[in-house]
């Protein structure tokens, strides 16, 4: 009779290994990426955020054309998006940040790994101010025609509404299972960020966005901005 013995240490490594089998690997891709950032630590933080927050204020009494605009579309405060596109060149406290979103502008750019070309650069098209009054806020959108848009806070009194960012693969999950509460960020469909005084975000201006309502009982301060590849 003869015996089946167990193969030697030898014949064990000669036989094929196919109990290692690779193991199941999961992957992000097409992330969307946020850039954050803060103003407070630059040099003269507080007395450009200070003189900011007086020309934001001017202008929510003073601009005419802005404000019949905000009563026709029912803006809950004041927004100089459709009457003045020129603030950097009108103020210089305007101009000083401008200067200094660039930089960060350039950053993101950089980060995102932008291929601009050997002539193309970014270039800021756009930038306004926003007072939102308490119980108002600001329907999801995108900024069409642009890269990179962003804001950045001036006054966020207690309780003021943050930014609320929309998963772009919404509108096409069709039938995916809601995601579970404890869901990790880049999982979740809906993020919402909450600044502080001098806080700049930046994003990918096809990025949905909205304000929810200002549960503040201040007015929240904040200039908007959009970059476009020039």
């Given amino acids: 009779m003869t015996s089946l013995a167990r193969p030697g240490r030898a014949m064990q490594r000669a036989m094929p290994q196919s109990e290692h089998k690779p ?26 955020f200070g003189h900011l927050e007086e020309a934001c204020l001017m202008l929510a009494e003073e601009d005419a054309a802005g404000r019949a605009w905000c009563r026709e579309k029912a803006y809950g405060g004041y927004t100089s998006y459709a009457s ?18 660039d930089r960060h502008a350039a950053a993101f750019a950089e980060a995102a790994a932008f291929d601009l070309g050997p002539r193309g650069r970014l270039k800021m098209d756009s930038l306004w101010v926003n ?31 943050g930014l609320k960012l929309e998963d772009p693969r919404l509108p096409l999950q069709m039938a995916a299972p809601p995601r579970r509460k404890d869901a990790p960020e ?7 960020l909450t600044p502080a005084r001098g806080t700049l975000y930046l994003w990918e201006s ?13 007015k929240r301060l904040s200039i908007s901005f959009n970059y476009a590849w020039k």
């Fill in 186 to 192: 880049a999982q979740q469909a809906f993020v919402t």
């Fill in 206 to 218: 096809w990025l949905r966005h909205e304000v929810p309502p200002n549960g503040a009982k201040a």
């Fill in 23 to 48: 193991l199941p690997a999961v992957r992000s891709l097409f992330a969307s990426p946020l850039y954050e950032a803060s103003l407070a630590s630059e040099r003269g933080f507080e007395e450009l």
């Fill in 84 to 101: 003045l596109n020129d603030l950097p060149q009108r103020f210089s406290v305007f101009d000083e940040l401008k200067r200094k979103l």
């Fill in 131 to 161: 007072v939102l009054k308490p119980g108002f806020g600001h329907s999801g959108h995108i900024h069409p025609h642009s890269v990179i848009s962003g804001t950045v806070y001036v006054s966020t009194p207690p309780g003021a509404s």
